[in-house]
């Protein structure tokens, strides 16, 4: 495997989007109180948790399963070496821990061949959905590209340009999550829209803040007056460059309008702690092994605009409230199956 494709793989938990950083074969942390019968996490991360509110969400969501199932939990970080989260795999099943969680598809591969060679031992894959169907392996998966549809009404609604664009970390249809629904949702409350999506690429396409930057130029410098961001770690360069041309972006995964004040109007946020939180109940309560989908309906992903403190969020979304009560309208339409908004992974 090429140092440039474990990249582009471990990069890929996209918003998720994870960006390699430093390793480390040990616990980086750890919260609960261990007695004699106590449950235990282990969760494995591809990067490190600074920098990557992804990665950061989803260790917090361990640690609040951990809270409430009274269980103690313990984060091994790694970066984008196979062979360093197959370190960190190995050491998690030596510990015997009640659970071990693996978070993006960065993982997927040493996860299950561990669930495989070791039966007893139940394990949780994060953001991927396993390729494997075993009782000790269950999973947590997202409908991003249901938020991705509310941003782009958004989008829709508030360009004064009815040109609109998307800066993505690469061309694949994972990426295409968050770019193809956006598209179709400005497009469904305004027809007159034209989308355009620029490419980071090169050696570190979810973490170049400079490239990212430069796809973001070329948007603006076409009349782009919105763009979402979706290249993880380089978003701030889309940020850097709306706000120099005096033009709007939106964010990902989590609230990143403070990151940007001023620039950001709202978020594809992507509750990876909720899917953590809900699928270790249902582990500790027997019900291993399967698929566990979060969409709207289920609180997985949502936008900014829908949170009761909006108005604390410093989006800019929330200077319309029009518009939130037109996403409010159609977030409920596709959770009651009236508007079926097409995953473009499956697609592809």
């Known amino acids: 495997m090429s140092a440039t494709f474990r990249r582009l793989v471990v990069g890929a938990s996209l918003l998720g989007l994870t960006v390699g950083l430093a390793a480390c074969a040990t616990p980086a942390s750890s919260s609960g109180e261990a007695g004699s019968d106590a449950k235990s996490i282990i969760i494995v991360v591809p990067t490190t948790v600074a920098g990557d509110n992804f990665i950061a969400l989803a260790a917090e969501g361990a640690k609040e399963a951990g809270k409430k199932s009274g269980a103690s939990v313990k984060v091994y970080e790694s970066n984008n070496d196979p062979q360093l989260i197959q ?3 190995d050491a998690a099943v030596r510990t015997k821990p009640d659970l071990i969680i693996g978070v ?7 996860l299950e061949s561990a669930a495989k060679s070791d039966p007893k031992q139940q394990f949780l894959l994060v953001d991927q959905a396993a390729s494997v169907t075993l009782p000790n392996l269950s999973s947590v998966v997202f409908k991003e590209y249901e938020a991705a549809y509310l941003v782009g009404v958004e989008a829709g609604l508030l360009t004064k340009t009815n040109k609109i664009g998307v800066v993505g970390a690469v061309d694949s249809p994972f990426i295409h999550r968050w770019i193809d629904p956006y598209f179709a949702g400005a497009k469904s409350v305004n027809p007159a829209v034209e989308t355009s999506a620029q490419y980071v690429g090169g050696d570190n396409p979810f973490g170049d803040v400079v490239r990212s930057k430069a796809q973001a130029q070329i948007l603006a410098g076409n009349g782009v007056y919105l763009i979402q961001a979706a290249s993880s770690g380089g978003n701030g360069g889309t940020f850097e460059a709306a706000k120099e041309n005096s033009i709007h972006a939106f964010g990902v995964t989590t609230n990143q309008c403070p ?3 001023g620039t950001v109007i709202d978020n594809n946020i992507k509750r990876v702690d909720v899917g953590i939180v809900d699928a270790v109940a249902q582990i500790f309560a027997g019900k291993t092994g399967g698929l566990k989908v979060y969409g709207l309906a289920e609180g997985g992903v949502s936008v900014t605009a829908l949170d ?4 604390k969020s410093q989006c800019l979304i929330a200077d319309h409230p029009d518009v939130i009560a037109k996403v409010k309208e159609i977030k409920d339409e596709i959770v009651s199956g009236k508007i079926v908004v097409p ?5 592809g």
């Not at 993006?104 to 040493?110: G, L």
């Open 87 to 89: 370190q960190n795999i």
């Open 104 to 110: 993006s598809y960065s993982v997927q591969e040493q």
């Open 259 to 261: 990151d940007a004040p």
């Open 308 to 311: 009761p403190d909006v108005a």
């Open 343 to 347: 995953d473009p992974l499956a697609a």
